[in-house]
T-cell receptor, first 115, second 112 residues
Framework: GENVGLHLPTLSVQEGDNSIINCAYSNSASDYFIWYKQESGKGPQFIIDIRSNMDKRQGQRVTVLLNKTVKHLSLQIAATQPGDSAVYFCAENAPEGGGYNKLIFGAGTRLAVHP | ETGVTQSPTHLIKTRGQQVTLRCSSQSGHNTVSWYQQALGQGPQFIFQYYREEENGRGNFPPRFSGLQFPNYSSELNVNALELDDSALYLC???????????FGPGTRLTVL
């Protein structure tokens, strides 16, 4: 399969623990943020999103926190499972002239879940 | 509902050749964006197509070009391939003006 993120920072956790993945974004004008999960051989899969008028949003087992003051985003995964092992990317949507939306991706973090 | 599909899955070309990659957008979506993902990096925006026209472009040279068809499917063409063009090419579809983009599985291009 596809080897995604061979040289990315790795977060290793035990199954059942909570995971926190951090991301710094670049553009203070960005108004929408997304976390994607990418497994080997697959394209990025949407996990959760948040708009700039919020600072926290919860999904099923996942929570995204947004700190606009320091341009920081985090993804919290509760009760991490082996199936959560993947590379995680944050992406920001910076409004562009002409009405199009361009996603700017962070470098990514590999999450390794150990039984 | 059909998700985003891309073809081919893998492709090997030699330097100087030309390549065409294809993408079918998710049902109901009218906008297609293309991204290049080098090994170990996040995807980088190439361009976006809406109403069969390029609607925005990232920092890629003109030898990267595209098309969108009336059924919203799209092609990415790369001329004069270079070794550094080796990457996973991702297509994402969306509704025009919406923030959410949904990605296909990608095409792995290897340039020798």
């Amino acid at each position: 399969g596809e080897n995604v993120g061979l040289h990315l920072p790795t977060l290793s956790v035990q199954e059942g623990d909570n995971s926190i993945i951090n991301c710094a974004y670049s553009n203070s004008a960005s108004d929408y943020f997304i976390w994607y999960k990418q497994e080997s051989g697959k394209g990025p899969q949407f996990i959760i999103d948040i708009r700039s008028n919020m600072d926290k949003r919860q999904g099923q087992r996942v929570t995204v926190l947004l700190n606009k003051t320091v341009k920081h985003l985090s993804l919290q995964i509760a009760a991490t499972q082996p199936g959560d092992s993947a590379v995680y990317f944050c992406a920001e949507n910076a409004p562009e002239g002409g009405g199009y939306n361009k996603l700017i991706f962070g470098a990514g973090t590999r999450l390794a879940v150990h039984p | 509902e059909t998700g985003v599909t891309q073809s081919p899955t893998h492709l090997i070309k030699t330097r100087g050749q030309q390549v065409t990659l294809r993408c079918s957008s998710q049902s109901g979506h009218n906008t297609v964006s293309w991204y290049q993902q080098a090994l170990g990096q996040g995807p980088q925006f190439i361009f976006q197509y809406y109403r069969e026209e390029e609607n925005g472009r990232g920092n890629f040279p003109p030898r990267f070009s595209g098309l969108q068809f009336p059924n919203y499917s799209s092609e990415l063409n790369v001329n004069a391939l270079e070794l550094d063009d080796s990457a996973l090419y991702l297509c994402a579809s969306s509704l025009y003006g919406a923030d959410e983009q949904f990605f296909g599985p990608g095409t792995r291009l290897t340039v020798l």
